[in-house]
Structures are given as C-alpha cells and as structure tokens.
C-alpha cells in the first residue's frame, strides 16, 4: 500500500524558534496533501489543503504567516511553525490523496514548545 | 457542508466478541465515499474500510464489514471476532467525490476497548 513519512517523528523547541515538519509520499506521486493539528482524543482537524506547485489553502482561523507550507514537489510537502510558542504543542499529522478513494497518513508529529 | 456525526465516544467488547460502531452523515450528494479510519495508541491513522455510495453492496475486509443504509445516511462498522489489537479510536469519515481535492469530513470518533 502507499506509505506516507514525516520527520522527526517528535520534536521539542523553545518558544520563539522556528520547526519544520516534512511530509513524504514514498511510493506515490500526490499533487494533493493535506494537514491536520490533533489535540489529546479529540478528531483530526484539518489545518490546509497543500497542492504542489501552488499556494496552499488554509482553513479558517488558521494563521497562514504561523503556519507556512510549501509543497515543492510531488512527494514533498513541508509545514513550517513560526516564532512556536506552547500553545502550538500538538500532535501533527499529514496525508497524502490517491485519486478520490484513497487518503494515507503519515505516522504524525509530536510537536512540545517549551 | 456535510457532516458527520459519530454518538458512541466511548464502546467496549469483549475478547472475540462483535461490537458495532455507529456512525451518520449529513450530504445533499448522491455520490460519496464512505470510511472508517482506526487510530491505536500509535496514532498512526489505518484505513479500515471504505465504501462507494452508489454501490448497495456492503463492503467487508476480513473481520470488518459495513452497513450502509443510505436513504437512512447511516454508515455503521460491525467488528466480528475482537481481537485485542482493535482497540482503538476509529473514525468515520466522509469525501465528496464531486471535486477533485477535496478533504475528508471526519466524525469526532469512537474509542474501542476489547477486553480480554
């Protein structure tokens, strides 16, 4: 099946500082990504819709200039958070679209700002 | 908008037994995709199972099968055989299939808890 990657899997950065999280399709191309923010059991809720080679759409009341995606190519989306503070502490998960039947996630990013 | 609409937060089954997770949705579309997701502890969300709208025919995968009303918008997952590795938070889901990219709809989910 198609395999989705992020990196780091976990990460823990000081307030102020800047993160990156990557998203790869392995196995697949996808012109379509997406992003989620999971908080402790609650559902996934979706963050931006990446599409490679434009500008990302972002959910209402996301802040686009804190939370900046870039998906330069078609196995690569990156979401970056700036200036983190402790209340973007959260679970990260990104997915990957196969046509229109097929979503695969990545494993997800525990993000803490100390 | 649609929206989907899972009212068990919290499920528990007995080792080997069936449990089913209900789930319904809202749309004014005639054609769809349906899903269940299981997120383990893990949290490495699983597609389980998925279901074209305009097939009556209930999908199944091994232990994991549907009901699929759909005049009724109820999209139920039916469990046989637990097994301790089905404990879980399982999602239903939703994707119209009228526009190319567009996100899934996901339900607030089901947490699963098999006891052995």
């Known amino acids: 099946g198609a395999v989705v990657s992020q990196h780091p899997s976990r990460v823990i950065c000081k307030s102020g500082t800047s993160v990156k999280i990557e998203c790869r399709s392995l196995d697949f191309q996808a012109t379509t990504m997406f992003w989620y923010r999971q908080f402790p059991k609650q559902s996934l809720m979706l963050m931006a819709t990446s599409n490679e080679g434009s500008k990302a759409t972002y959910e209402q009341g996301v802040e686009k200039d804190k939370f900046l995606i870039n998906h330069a190519s078609l196995t690569l989306s990156t979401l970056t958070v700036t200036s983190a503070h402790p209340e973007d502490s959260s679970f990260y998960i990104c997915?990957?679209?196969?046509?229109?039947?097929?979503?695969?996630f990545g494993p997800g990013t525990r993000l803490t700002v100390t | 908008a649609q929206t989907v609409t899972q009212s068990q937060p919290e499920m528990s089954v007995q080792e080997a037994e069936t449990v089913t997770l209900s789930c319904t949705y809202d749309t004014s579309e005639s054609d769809y995709y349906l899903f269940w997701y299981k997120q383990p502890p893990s949290r490495q969300m699983i597609l389980v199972i998925r279901?074209?709208?305009?097939?009556?025919q209930n999908a199944t995968e091994n232990r994991f099968s549907v009901n699929f009303q759909k005049a009724a918008k109820s999209f139920s997952l039916k469990i046989s055989d637990s097994q301790l590795g089905d404990a879980a938070m399982y999602f239903c889901?939703?994707?119209?299939?009228?526009?190319?990219?567009?996100?899934?709809?996901f339900g607030k989910g089901t947490r699963l808890s098999v006891i052995a």
């Open positions: 997915s990957a679209l196969v046509g229109l039947s097929g979503e695969y």
């Open positions: 889901a939703y994707r119209t299939i009228n526009s190319g990219n567009t996100p899934l709809v």
């Open positions: 279901q074209e709208a305009y097939k009556q």
